[in-house]
């Protein structure tokens, strides 16, 4: 395991770094401009080894991605820009110091693309598995955030993108099936889509601006909890209609050959998908256009309700849905 | 191990939290209004089990309050004043509720002291050992944060409080002495120093304010390693005067005791005393009067120079001084 110090010379080589970071790593805190009559955004998240990923999984590269992006996804579900990040590490003393780089270069590769400046952290052995906590600061114009509570019975409820394929590459994974130079397809789709998810910040980041969301949130439980979420924060209910959902592609291929991937359960309930998910009190063409503007697919499935609970509708049978919370490997 | 869910709960309960925080613990990320004309500041510190700290050598408030002091010394070292904090928390699965709720109220205890909110954090099962990260948002008026690289030759050196004691209460930890109903004296006082250490949030702020500092550094790796990381940043030496360091008094008495015990050793290189080490281009008696007035003890300790390396002047004679780096339990 290289040192601290080494760390910090790789990170600090590699890193863009705004201009409104007047002290980066290396002093005792960074120090940041404010911009004026913004609010900021804040939030952490944990990944640790044989929890959240198994190091035969993935490759360093991948992790370092995956640790930031889980948290980015979270300034993405506020409606803000990201700007400004920290990475607590803890590896075993064995840890190879190519798999140290590779980490880093996961890291700072998403860092870098979003503009997001690495401004501090902290490294130290671990006696035990890989710990990873990345923290963000985003930001928004004041009071243009969208929490998970602002929704109201009548409107219409969005999510981006397809769901279910990470909760299908998680599954493959457990299988024993892994990302080689030959997986390809829907395999290598499902796969990557749970090793390597994607924050929405350029959705999220849109959508806050607009204005045009009520309530959002980032499908990390999967879409019964996580919508569940919505609804206890906003005192409403919701149906959603099952044949409205975007099923990705890959499930259907999967599905027709493994038997237990049964798509529907999937696409409600599988976690990590890392999609938004929002409700909209604006006319579907705003919405539609503002997804259009940016290249993102984005799809109505269902409305908020003053009755509570979450349903589902399906082939004309409208049935309460428990949310199905999404379970890590080892939580 | 209560669920994620029942952690928030009893955080929220418990926390008292500013005005500007917006949104707080709940929602994908934590909402803050900004100050105008401020700098942010920003800083994490990871604390390990086996690492940082042994179970059985403290109890789950003192870890709990020594995982967030260790974050806000980092605070009060560049001149700010500590605001809004994000804990991180990995337990293993066994971890009973009491366990939880002590290491809480050491962290809510100690930020509720300070007023520092409690925005956000995350919890997660560990398949290893305790882990704990803490991050800090603080502020500073824009322009008045203390960096390690401000010093100039011919000025005055300072640290806070006095040395020594916290290396000297992880020595009695080594050997197998711990805090009882019975410790009384110098040894409660070198064990509590370390297992309890009392950010200087206070002093900091006010140098940050009073711009009386020119360079300033927490004392975490020990006052050789930390006033190298202030000369190097800053391209300019010091000598320091052996007479002058502010030893501890538990340390002479202990010393009598514990032919291994070396007073000067553990003035000049214990680590995690978290007292303040700053550089002053003001009087002595503008020094004096500030920390006269928050009844903090601070101590001239010698001067920089143009001449680079660190030395110590001792019964006339003055020598170059190696950095001893501190070293944790098992870094």
Known sequence: MPTESEIISRV?????VSGRVV????DDAAVIETAPDANL?????????GVHFRLDWSTPRLLGHKALAVTLSDIAAMGGRARFAMVSIALPPATSSDFVDEMLAGILELANRYEVSIVGGDTSASPGPVF????????????RFVSRGGAKPGERIYVSGELGSSAVGLRLLQMGIRVTADTGGGTREC???HLSPEPRLVLGEAIGRAG???AMIDISDGLSTDLSHILEASGCGAVIRVADLPTAGCLG??????????PLNLVLHGGEEYELLFTSAATPAEVSDLATSLGVTVTEIGETTAASGLHVERNGVTELLEPGGFQHLAE
């Open 23 to 26: 002290l980066g790593i290396g």
């Open 41 to 49: 955004l804040a939030c952490c998240d944990l990944m640790i080894e």
């Open 191 to 193: 796969l990557l889509k």
């Open 212 to 214: 045009i969301a009520t």
């Open 132 to 143: 990873i906590d990345t923290s963000v600061i985003g930001e928004c114009e004041e009071g």
């Open 12 to 16: 600090r080589r590699r890193a863009r």
């Open 253 to 262: 291929s999967l599905a027709s050959t493994d038997s237990g991937i049964d």
